[in-house]
């Protein structure tokens, strides 16, 4: 039975550059090029490196909301940011507890790692922002979204 083959891939925020190893996240790339149709395309969502490293802070927090309070710890080493995260909540107590890291792509570096896949047609558009409120965002503001497309048969 052949693979299903899709006209559009969408990675959204905390789906890609999350994985150490940057050959783990290459081979994402590689399965999206081998699903996608003739003309089809890939949209990512990614943080804005430029903007991340001129905003880089070591530390946060803030109020998600009246409850919960978000406390993070950052280190940055080479273009990988590693993050502790927690969440208290005012009335429980502890309820998230995590350690992660988010590799940061130049728009250079991730359409040279798109061309060398296979896609072609890139667009990319800096500095997407979708929140309004001010908050301790980090990597989820400031976005950079790239859409590409796989050659028409």
Known sequence: MPDQRYQIIIIMANSFGYLLDKRENEKILYEAFRLLMPGGSLLLDLPNKEYMLQNFSPQSWHEA??????????????????????????????????????????????????????????????????????ADYRCMTNRMIVIAQTPAS
């Open 65 to 134: 909301n009246e409850e919960i309070v978000v406390c993070r710890q950052r280190a940055l080493k080479k273009n990988v940011i590693f993050v502790w995260e927690i969440a208290i909540s005012k009335t429980k107590g502890l309820i998230r507890d995590e350690k992660y890291c988010t590799r940061l792509y130049s728009a250079e570096k991730i359409s040279e790692l798109l061309r060398s896949v296979g896609f072609s047609s890139l667009n990319i558009q800096k500095d997407f922002v979708s929140q309004k409120e001010k």
